[in-house]
């Protein structure tokens, strides 16, 4: 009867410390890494990763809202409400009076434009949140592409995919060429910087003085006519302040090697010309 006892006492003792082990391990939250950007009305507001709660499921708003009780350097309002009205003091439609139609906050995953609000837009660890000024559904906006095949010459070539709707509100994509924009070129040691406008095919060359082999900052940015104080409407999406290119060492080696083959061939030719020569003479 006593080593039934035991054997009861025991065995309650054991699921005890099974059911508290997963209580003691859900008492703990998880948390997940998310690199957010905020891209205001006229530069970078914040750029970096953070850290969040995540028990189990993760949305952008609830992200946000982490983020904006945990860090101050942001102050973000409007996300209780799916529509993000202010951020860091610029508030939605500054614009609107001067000639604006939509303009406002509007955010990304992933570099993709969710077609849901940001209380309902799922994420995951290691998910890129941006954040974002403009009136892309008005005055339009442009999200700039760089090809940068030809930076050996310095030549960069700037599109955007652009969004319109037909007359059924379905969406038609256009590769338009991002014209008239400043883009920022930055080189040296000292973080000196020449400015470019693009033309209209969307390109800018680069003076050869600027092209030294390795990683060069870049950055892009264009504004209207419509102003709200001393604050111009972006009509393009800035580049990640992190965002680089890279100029390739010039292949001077290789070019000096051909004139040696070149060079070499011309002389065979001659050789062969005065051995022949030589032959009919002796003829």
């Known amino acids: 009867m006593k080593k039934n006892k035991i054997k009861i006492l025991v065995g309650m003792v054991v699921l005890a410390m099974i059911i508290m082990v997963p209580l003691s391990v859900n008492a703990t939250p998880n948390t997940s890494k998310i690199k957010l950007r905020v891209e205001g009305i006229s530069g970078n507001i914040f750029y970096g990763e953070v850290e969040v709660v995540n028990d189990g499921s993760l949305t952008v708003s609830e992200a946000l809202s982490y983020i904006d009780e945990q860090n101050a350097q942001l ?7 799916s529509y993000i009205t202010e951020i860091n003091g610029e508030v939605a439609a500054t614009f609107t009076s001067a000639g604006a139609v939509y303009d406002g906050w509007l955010y990304m995953v992933n570099g993709i434009e969710p077609y849901t609000s940001i209380t309902d837009c799922a994420i995951n660890d290691g998910d890129e949140i941006l954040l974002y000024y403009g009136d892309p559904y008005g005055v339009g906006m442009q999200n700039p592409q760089m090809d940068k095949t030809q930076i050996g010459m310095g030549k960069l070539h700037f599109t955007s995919n652009d969004t319109t709707y037909n007359e059924n509100w379905e969406p038609i994509v256009t590769q338009n060429p991002v014209a008239s924009a400043t883009v920022t070129w930055y080189y040296g040691t000292q973080g000196q910087s ?5 033309d209209e095919n969307g390109y800018i060359t680069i003076d050869e003085q600027y092209l ?3 990683e060069h900052s870049i950055q892009i940015e264009k504004t209207g006519t419509i102003e709200a104080g001393n ?3 972006p009509l393009v999406l800035r ?3 992190d965002y680089k290119v890279e100029v390739p060492v010039p292949t001077g080696d290789s070019t000096n090697f051909s004139f040696v083959l070149i060079g070499a061939a011309i002389a065979g030719i001659a050789i062969v010309a ?3 020569l030589k032959r009919r003479v002796a003829i």
Do not use: C, N, Q, R
């Open 274 to 276: 005065v051995i022949k």
């Open 231 to 233: 604050k111009k409407l």
């Open 75 to 81: 102050s973000i309002s409007g996300i209780e409400t």
């Open 194 to 198: 020449i400015s470019y406008i693009t």
């Open 212 to 214: 030294d082999a390795g």
């Open 239 to 241: 580049f990640a302040p």
